[in-house]
């Protein structure tokens, strides 16, 4: 992923995650230019901060990717946990389902958006579950299952601190 945003320069910048988030299909419509630029603007807030230069290095998604992930699957020391998927996987996806579809996960973020970002709920869930798909339907078929968020995880982790993986 980091590779199709930063189209193989080592960094993205904002304008490489606008083509992005455009590429993935956010924005159009009358809104379009402005859900981009919030989806943007969310982006680079959570990736671009050491240092915050406007440019996000692989270093720095490795570090903060895991804010993009549901803050219920952090534990006490904000780490990944991979014993919480089970049960934020069937919070998405409803009870007794095997693969949660992109309504799922923008339902599931839509519900989570809190203060001053409210507003923009409908857009950040949009731009999210798009994210989402991307990052985490390997075949193509617009369904999530639980062992590609248990492997997105694994992944993080061991990028992070390899110590960690088992
Ligand atoms: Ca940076």
Same mark, same amino acid.
């Given at each position: *992923? ?12 904002r304008? $490489? &995650?606008v083509?992005y988030l ?8 009358l809104?379009?230019g ?7 603007d ?5 990736l ?11 270093e720095e998604?490795v570090?903060? @990717?895991?804010q993009?992930l549901p ?9 990944l946990n991979?014993?919480?998927i089970?049960q934020v996987? @069937?919070?998405i996806?409803g009870?007794n389902?095997?693969h949660?579809?992109?309504d ?8 989570r &958006?809190t203060?001053?970002?409210? *507003?923009?709920?409908g857009?950040? $869930?949009d731009?999210?579950s ?5 990052a985490?339907?390997?075949d ?9 968020l ?5 992944d993080i982790n061991?990028?992070i601190d390899?110590?960690? &993986?088992?």
């Amino acid at each position: *992923m980091f590779d199709r945003v930063s189209q193989n320069t080592g960094s993205i910048d904002r304008p $490489a &995650v606008v083509d992005y988030l455009k590429k993935l299909g956010v924005g159009g419509g009358l809104l379009g230019g402005q859900k981009v630029n919030k989806g943007a603007d969310a982006f680079m807030a959570k990736l671009d901060t050491s240092p915050a230069d406007g440019k996000v290095t692989w270093e720095e998604f490795v570090a903060e @990717s895991r804010q993009l992930l549901p803050a219920q699957l952090r534990d006490g020391q904000g780490r990944l946990n991979p014993a919480l998927i089970p049960q934020v996987f @069937s919070e998405i996806a409803g009870t007794n389902k095997s693969h949660a579809t992109r309504d799922d996960i923008a339902r599931y973020v839509a519900g989570r &958006v809190t203060g001053a970002a409210a *507003m923009f709920a409908g857009t950040i $869930a949009d731009a999210s579950s798009k994210l989402a798909l991307d990052a985490l339907d390997a075949d193509g078929d617009g369904k999530v299952q639980q062992s590609d968020l248990e492997h997105l995880v694994s992944d993080i982790n061991a990028q992070i601190d390899p110590s960690l &993986v088992g």
